[in-house]
């Protein structure tokens, strides 16, 4: 699976971007998805993810109730909606895929296939 992450970008605090991760490559619909992000100087950590049906969704502390993921199998595009952002929420965002979910979501070695990633920054 080839992953293409996009629609990062410079915005003010209380703001809204969507991020988009394009897939090709496989059956998109076999794999669950995840956003991770890692800011400078820091661990990567786990965001969202999502079931390979998108019925089942799961987010960190950080940005539960801000941050909404969602899926669309016929595109093969997994979305991040992120709202009222924050400037802890600079960071890169990556999208990642997995067969199974063995060990949990935030598990780096889960994961298949990683996207190249895209920058978000929050100004405060």
């Known amino acids: 699976v080839q992953l293409q992450a996009s629609g990062g970008g410079v915005v003010q605090a209380g703001d809204s971007l969507r991020l988009a991760c394009a897939a090709s490559?496989?059956?998109?619909?076999?794999?669950?998805m995840a956003w991770f992000r890692q800011a400078p100087g820091k661990e990567r950590e786990f965001v969202a993810g999502i079931s390979r049906s998108g019925t089942g969704t799961y987010y960190a502390d950080s940005v539960k109730g801000r941050f909404t993921i969602s899926r669309d199998n016929a595109k093969n595009t997994v979305y991040l909606q992120m709202n009222s952002l924050e400037p802890d929420d600079t960071a890169v965002y990556l999208c990642?895929?997995?067969?199974?979910?063995?060990?949990?979501?935030?598990?780096?070695?889960?994961?298949?296939?990683w996207g190249q990633g895209t920058l978000v920054t929050v100004s405060s």
């Open positions: 990642a895929a997995a067969r199974f979910l063995s060990g949990g979501w935030g598990l780096l070695q889960i994961y298949n296939y």
């Open positions: 490559g496989r059956t998109f619909s076999n794999y669950i």
